[in-house]
């Protein structure tokens, strides 16, 4: 059987109601990289992979060649991921980390900048 990664992984992502946006921002790609994965005839293992972890997809089903039953298995430990156009999305706990480290620094960088201009300005 001739299988179209690409087209079924784009089919079960439209069906599900799933945001192609936020599927990219969460997988870490733009959105162009996931419109050229549904155009691929064969997608490498780990992307479908990373997908079906990122949605709480089982793609076991449509891909039994790429993946046994039970490789999904720890989908079942987590709360679904709900990515609905309408509905807001909390941040992964990485990307939150990164955000705060962040702000860390541009606060930081704030008070040096307040700091330097007011040592010019006494000069």
């Not at 990373?50 to 449509?62: A, H, K, P």
């Not at 490789?71 to 705060?100: C, I, R, S």
Request: no cysteine; charged share 30%; glycine share 4%.
């Amino acid at each position: 059987m001739n299988k179209h990664y690409g087209q079924i992984v784009e089919k079960v992502i439209r069906r599900d109601g799933y945001s192609i946006s936020e599927l990219a921002r969460l997988m870490n790609v733009n959105r162009r990289s996931v419109y050229n994965w549904f155009n691929k005839k064969r997608l490498k293992t780990d992307i479908v992979f990373r997908i079906g972890g990122v949605l709480n997809y089982d793609f076991s089903t449509e891909f039994p060649e790429l993946f046994r039953a039970n490789e999904f298995g720890y989908l079942n430990d987590n709360a679904p991921v709900q990515m609905a156009h309408d509905e807001v999305q909390t941040e992964p706990t990485f990307d939150k980390q990164w955000k705060d480290k962040y702000i860390v620094l541009l606060e930081k960088y704030n008070e040096l900048l307040t700091q330097s201009i007011q040592v010019n300005a006494r000069h």
